[in-house]
């Protein structure tokens, strides 16, 4: 008789699995029999912490441990205890304009948590394949029109000088130590479970709010810089795709299409029937020290040897992330 093989459950760890991203993939690895666990930090309103997994109604289906990026001693423990065969490090201070108000936290976090992260997984799960979420933010002044894994980097914030700390040791662990090391540059990548100060969700909520006569105006920053915005559902099938490779490597993961702030804002306003101009208020506050005016990106690499595509239109995008707020804010005023 020949040897029963038997099929096992793969085991992922996600570090930032409360944030959007996290809520996405932890979906994603579940619809493909998973067992998912997360990273959590502790906090003392543990019953907002999960309000995406909720949303997406699998919250009873992450196995939860408490943990925090800067915290080595922490994630060895957590690594122990999981013994994952993959590790998804998208736990982050995310939010760019933040980075200024705090700078070192950021590089604790976004910097050496990452690095952390790299080591806790060197010593107890050296098998383990790593996936570090880099950032087209790391082109910031761009030197090439089109960035592609080849342009050179040129970080215009704390946010992104962070970034490219985590990525260069995410690339120096795999040469080094031989850790099969993803790191996957992704462009802007939006949906209705992007936090509310990111502009996309600041403007399908604030022209909700208007529709639904709550509010009458939206004060934005800088309308003229230019993102290639993406669908986040879209994205987390890359990171995942990039741990099926036999080898590990960097990818840039984008539309290949750049939109404006004001162009992205003109699309909400129209979907809703109304007139942007009659709302929308420059506020200086949400200008930048430093800004990142245009990114796009060329994703041929991943598209070749991933056999990754973006799914979603721009146009699709909006639509559903201003259905979405409607909804949202709908239901709050029927409480
Ligand atoms: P979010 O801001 O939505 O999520 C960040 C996550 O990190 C949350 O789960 C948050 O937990 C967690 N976190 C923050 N600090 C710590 C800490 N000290 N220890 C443990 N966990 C922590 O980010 P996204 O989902 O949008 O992005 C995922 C990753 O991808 C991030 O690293 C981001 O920088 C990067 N990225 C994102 C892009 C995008 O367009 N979305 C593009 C390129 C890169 P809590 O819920 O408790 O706050
Ligand atoms: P970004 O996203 O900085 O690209 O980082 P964000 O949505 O914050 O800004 C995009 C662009 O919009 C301009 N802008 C405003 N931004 C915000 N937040 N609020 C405003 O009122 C406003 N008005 C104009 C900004 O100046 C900027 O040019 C995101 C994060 O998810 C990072 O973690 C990730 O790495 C990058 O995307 C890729």
């Given amino acids: 008789m020949g040897a029963i093989t038997m099929a096992t459950t793969k085991r992922a760890l996600i570090t930032g699995v409360t944030g959007q991203d996290g809520a996405y993939l932890s ?41 925090n990026l800067t915290d080595l001693s922490g994630l060895i423990r957590v690594l122990r205890e999981v013994r994952p065969d993959e590790v998804y490090n998208l736990a ?23 690095a952390n992260m790299l080591e806790a997984v060197r010593l107890e799960a050296p098998e383990a394949r790593f996936y570090q979420a880099s950032s087209s933010e790391m082109y910031g002044l ?8 080849t342009t050179p980097f040129y970080p215009r914030s704390p946010y992104a000088a962070a970034k490219l700390y985590a990525h260069w040791m995410t690339v120096n662990y795999r040469e080094s130590f031989g850790l099969h090391a993803s790191s996957g ?67 840039v993961i984008a539309t290949g299409r750049t939109v404006s702030v004001r162009e992205f804002c003109r699309l909400a306003f129209d979907k809703a029937g109304l007139d942007m101009d009659d709302h929308v208020r420059i506020d200086e506050r949400f200008m930048r020290p430093a800004e990142v005016d245009v990114l796009l990106g060329d994703a041929s690499k991943a598209r070749t040897r991933l056999g990754w595509t973006p799914e979603t239109t721009l146009e699709d995008l909006v639509g559903e992330m201003l259905e979405a707020d409607i909804r949202r804010l709908g239901m709050q005023a029927d409480r």
């Fill in 27 to 67: 979906q994603l690895l579940l619809s493909k029999g998973y067992e998912v666990h997360g990273l959590l930090r502790r906090s003392a309103s543990a019953e907002v912490v999960d309000a995406r997994l909720r949303w997406l109604g699998i919250a009873g289906h992450i196995r939860q441990h408490d943990g």
């Fill in 142 to 149: 761009i030197q090439e029109p089109v960035q592609s894994e």
């Fill in 185 to 251: 540059i992704l462009f802007n990548h939006e949906s209705p479970l992007r936090g509310i100060e990111f502009v996309t969700r600041k403007i399908t909520d604030g022209v909700a709010r208007i529709k639904l006569g709550l509010s009458q105006t939206l004060s934005l920053g800088n309308l003229d810089a230019k993102r290639d915005w993406g669908h986040a559902r879209d994205y987390v099938q890359a990171m995942w795709l990039m741990l099926q490779q036999d080898t590990a490597d960097d990818y």
């Fill in 92 to 114: 982050a201070q995310s939010f760019v304009k933040s980075s200024w108000q705090q700078p070192l936290l950021t590089g604790s976090v976004t910097g050496i948590g990452a």
